[in-house]
C-alpha cells in the first residue's frame, strides 16, 4: 500500500512507529535473522573489536546483537522510530547497557564523534532527492573518522521500486558508489539475494567505503 510520503522528523518517526508496531521486529521485509553480508564485511575490512561503530536506521536488526556477541565494545544505534529501538532494548535485556541509543532523524542530528565504521542497510535508498542525498553526505563526512570505513546496502537496480509505501532509488555499485565520490572512494562490493518473511527476494547491491585522503574537514 503506498502512503504519503512523510518530510518531516515528526511524520518519519510516525510511519515508522507504525510500521514496526504493525508488523513487528521479524515481519518487516528486510528482517534477516543473520546478517551475513554485514559480518562479511567486518571480516572483509578487519574492523576490531575495539571499534566505534554505528547502525543507522538499526532499528529493530539484529546486527547489533551479533556485533555484541563479537564482543564489539563501542556500538551506537541510531533510529527514527522509538518503537523500534525499544523493541530492540526489550530483545537485548541487560545486554542493551553496552549500547549507545540515538533516538534521532538523520536530517536532524548532528553526531558529537567520528566513528571507526558507518553501517546503514536500507536507509539511504529511501532518499529520493538530491537534496536529501547531499544532507545525508554532509552528516557522514562529519560523522567518519578519517581512517574509517563506510558500509552501505541499498536495493539492487532489479530491486523493488518501494517498501513499506514509500518510493526508493535503486543502484548498481557502480552508481552507489558515485553518489559518495570524491570524499570517499570504493574499497569492495557485494550482492545480496534477500529472501523476505514473506517468501520474496530482494536483490540488494551493497558497497563498503573509506574517506578519501585528501577529503577536507566536515
Known sequence: MRVTRPTTPDNRAAHWNTVYDTK???????????PAVTLELLDTLRIGHDASV????GGASVVVDHLLAR???????LDVSKVA??????????AAEQVH?????????????????WHDRAVFHFLID????????????SGTAPDGKVIIATFDTHGPTHCSG???????????????????????TRS???????????????????????????
Open 130 to 141: 538530491e537534496h536529501e542525498r547531499d544532507s545525508y553526505l554532509h552528516v557522514l563526512r
Open 166 to 188: 514509500l518510493p526508493v532509488v535503486r543502484y548498481n555499485a557502480t552508481e552507489l558508489a558515485q553518489i559518495f565520490a570524491p570524499h570517499f572512494h570504493l574499497l569492495d
Open 71 to 77: 564482543q564489539f565494545t563501542d556500538v551506537s544505534l
Open 24 to 34: 513487528g521486529e521479524d515481519g518487516v521485509s528486510w528482517y534477516q535473522a543473520t
Open 192 to 218: 545480496e539475494e534477500h529472501l523476505t518473511p514473506a517468501g520474496l527476494v530482494q536483490p540488494f547491491t551493497w558497497v563498503a567505503l573509506t574517506p578519501s585522503p585528501d577529503r577536507s574537514p566536515g
Open 54 to 57: 554505528i547502525d543507522l536506521g
Open 85 to 94: 529501538l525499544d523493541n530492540t532494548k526489550a530483545r537485548l535485556g541487560p
Open 101 to 117: 541509543w540515538l533516538h534521532r532523524d538523520i536530517f536532524d542530528w548532528t553526531p558529537e564523534r567520528r566513528y571507526d565504521l
